[in-house]
């Protein structure tokens, strides 16, 4: 599965832009996609796992209430559609397919579960 993220580029604090994540290669798409984003310094933190065969959510306590993970299964694609933007969520943004070795439940907010990362979409909010 190849994945492609997209949707990024320069916001306000408070715009609420929608992140995409399109998987090729799959007639079936992933178990389970997950957002992750990283700010320079910093490791990859989670932020949003979505999984698709039922349609539960996960979030980062960061995010709750403002970012919201969709899914759209004809399309293959996954959305993250984050609202009230703060400075502090300027990162790259990746997502990543979750490789159900293990529960989803307890395992999505950990990076190394996903594999075939797509190349990552920049997320910059001024305030």
């Known amino acids: 599965v190849q994945l492609q993220a997209s949707g990024g580029g320069s916001a306000q604090a408070g715009d609420s832009p929608r992140l995409s994540c399109a998987a090729y290669g799959s007639s079936s798409g992933p178990d389970a996609i997950g957002w992750f984003r990283q700010a320079p310094g910093n490791e990859r933190e989670r932020v949003s796992c979505i999984n698709n065969k039922n349609g539960r959510t996960y979030y980062a306590d960061s995010v709750k209430g403002r970012f919201t993970i969709s899914r759209d299964n004809a399309k293959n694609t996954v959305y993250l559609q984050m609202n009230s933007l703060k400075p502090e969520d300027t990162a790259v943004y990746y997502c990543?397919?979750?490789?159900?070795?293990?529960?989803?439940?307890?395992?999505?907010?950990?990076?190394?579960?996903?594999?075939?990362w797509g190349q990552g979409t920049l997320v910059t909010v001024s305030s």
């Open positions: 990543g397919k979750h490789s159900g070795a293990t529960p989803i439940l307890s395992s999505w907010p950990d990076y190394r579960m996903y594999t075939d």
